[in-house]
């Protein structure tokens, strides 16, 4: 299973195209729509998601609510293309140089067509020297995490594949600039309903009070935060991945998917770096079996996966996040036409995005489980996924593991 995004941050539209999800799953626009909503959610974002209203277009791979086993084609509209047709036209040139979003006084709501001073922490400068372009925008329309809602749709489909086995993703936010809690575990039904009705996506009243002053105070020096989170799942399978080659462990395939997020800059498993400080004996769970439950770990400091494969132990991974890099009061940087020493570009931009980045990880988690579920236990369809999983539960019930 693979797939593929296109589209730039203010373009006409966003789209995402799905091969070799399985025929026959249960799908909507209304399940995608649900984790759109969730990633545009959060306390700290910025003007762009005053006009961000995604809503998801099924364009092909799905009839009359189950999916067909052909590509899937997903896309979203941009409600504000409107405003942005003349700079971003496929068609045309000659937008550039106008200014398409002075929308009142609000400074958040300014932005340049062309840019020409890059801004420190984004793509925009390497990008410029390896394409070739006088204006950032070609880069950052690219570049900008708007992309990242194409994966959260994909991660919204693996989503409803992975439910049909009783897996289930969730995440929260641990920290926001250096306010933390050292919660890692899965959260408790009832955390997990208030997290998701926290605008920080947190698990706790007074933390998230907290960090919302520490996002004001960002807000109001024109400075911005990043922060931590966890991804977690649960009713993971024991043998997602494998120890036999590097690139089918599933710690790497996780980590890497969700270090492709922008802006993310750490994953650790379980406990993490901080197993890097401990003796092997306070770090390595043990292993108990009993008739009834049969194995099982009474901790779970490696976070779900030994040996490049889930150990049937729920998945925890934690996350960090940088700093959002545009600046209200932005750091020393380059006119690229005069070389002059100025001030770097403000994009519209968020404070903090620390709660969406959560959603955004909680996607592609769930696309490498959905990816690894579906090499494990291989089928076209539905049902012959459900036939060999179930035969599979049965073997390790039974205690058999072959010769
Ligand atoms: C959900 C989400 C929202 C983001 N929003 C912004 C934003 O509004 N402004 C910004 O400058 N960066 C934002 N970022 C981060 C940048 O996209 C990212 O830092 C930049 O593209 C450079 O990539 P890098 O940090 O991985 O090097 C966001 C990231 C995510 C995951």
Not at 49 to 63: P, Q, S, Y
Not at 90 to 100: D, I, K, L, V
Not at 109 to 134: E, I, M, S
Request: a negative charge.
């Amino acid at each position: 299973m693979r797939f593929l995004t296109a589209g730039e941050s203010h373009g006409p539209q966003l789209a995402v195209i799905i091969e070799g999800y399985p025929a026959g799953v249960q799908v909507s626009a209304d399940a995608i729509n649900r984790d759109l909503q969730r990633r545009q959610r959060g306390y700290g974002r910025g003007g762009r998601m005053k006009v961000e209203t995604d809503r998801v277009t099924i364009g092909a791979g799905v009839r009359h609510g189950k999916t067909l086993g052909s590509p899937i084609l997903l896309t979203v509209s941009n409600r504000d293309w409107v405003r942005w047709e003349k700079v971003m036209s496929p068609e045309t040139a000659g937008g550039a140089g106008e200014n398409p979003e002075i929308l009142g006084d609000d400074r958040l709501d300014r932005v340049a067509a062309k840019v020409t001073v890059p801004r420190p922490g984004h793509a925009d400068l390497a990008g410029v020297l390896k394409y070739g372009f006088a204006d950032a925008r070609n880069i950052l329309e690219r570049s900008s995490a708007r992309e990242t809602a194409m994966r959260v749709a994909a991660g919204a489909l693996a989503r409803l594949l992975l439910k049909e086995f009783g897996i289930t993703v969730g995440s929260y936010v641990q920290s926001i600039g250096g306010i933390e809690s050292n919660a890692l575990g899965v959260p408790t039904p009832e955390e997990q309903a208030f997290i998701e009705e926290s605008p920080l996506r947190c698990l706790d009243p007074d933390l998230e009070n907290r960090m919302m002053v520490a996002i004001d105070g960002a807000k109001e020096r024109g400075d911005s935060l990043g922060g931590t989170f966890v991804v977690y799942a649960t009713g993971v399978p024991v043998g997602l991945g494998s120890h036999v080659h590097w690139d089918r462990r599933i710690d790497g395939r996780l980590a890497g998917a969700i270090m492709s997020i922008p802006a993310i800059k750490g994953v650790e498993f379980g406990l993490g770096f901080e197993a890097a400080k401990r003796w092997g004996s306070l770090v390595h769970d043990p292993i108990e079996w009993t008739e009834a439950g049969g194995f099982r770990r009474p901790t779970n400091n490696a976070g779900g996966v030994e040996g490049g494969m889930t150990n049937g132990e729920p998945l925890l991974i934690r996350v960090a996040m940088k700093p959002i890099p545009t600046l209200y009061s932005p750091l020393p940087s380059v006119d690229l036409d005069t070389l002059q020493a100025t001030q770097a570009s403000v994009e519209r931009s968020d404070i903090c995005a620390v709660p969406a980045a959560a959603v955004v990880g909680e996607a592609m988690t769930a696309w490498v489980l959905a990816e690894a579920l579906l090499e494990k236990f291989s089928g076209d369809n539905l049902d012959d996924l459900k036939q060999a999983f179930a035969a599979y539960q049965q073997r390790l019930q039974m205690g058999d593991k072959g010769a």
